[in-house]
């Protein structure tokens, strides 16, 4: 099992920048390639960056040069800075883990499961 816990949203006006952060804990070497999404009232959940086992990144188009994912393996975190945000930016932010694989030992499972936070609300005004 694992556990995801974002943390970091707020409140802040157009051009400010904030950092989350997504702690993962319980089978942690069970999971790998985490991601961002986010969600806005009314919309669908969409895909915002991703970072997988060996470091390579993606970005929607919506936050490229503005958005940067990272992850500390020390601390089971994965983290999004985000800078120059603007109001199309608010929404509920979560983070989500791939957990399993048949390259992986018991007792992780070897099916391929996701794994989401409970997300963080970030608000951007105008």
């Known amino acids: 099992q694992l556990q995801l816990v974002e943390s970091g949203g707020g409140s802040v006006q157009a051009g400010g920048s904030l950092r989350l952060s997504c702690a993962a804990s319980g089978y942690t070497y069970c999971s790998h390639d985490m991601s961002w999404y986010r969600q806005a009232p009314g919309k669908e959940r969409e895909f915002v960056s991703d970072?997988?086992?060996?470091?390579?990144?993606n970005y929607a188009d919506s936050v490229k040069g503005r958005f940067t994912i990272s992850q500390d393996n020390a601390k089971n975190t994965l983290y999004l800075q985000m800078n120059s945000l603007k109001p199309e930016d608010t929404a509920m932010y979560y983070c989500r883990s791939q957990y399993g694989g048949r390259w992986l030992s018991p007792p992780c499972p070897s099916g391929l499961y996701n794994y989401w936070g409970q997300g963080t609300q970030v608000t951007v005004s105008s």
């Open positions: 970072i997988d086992s060996d470091g390579s990144t």
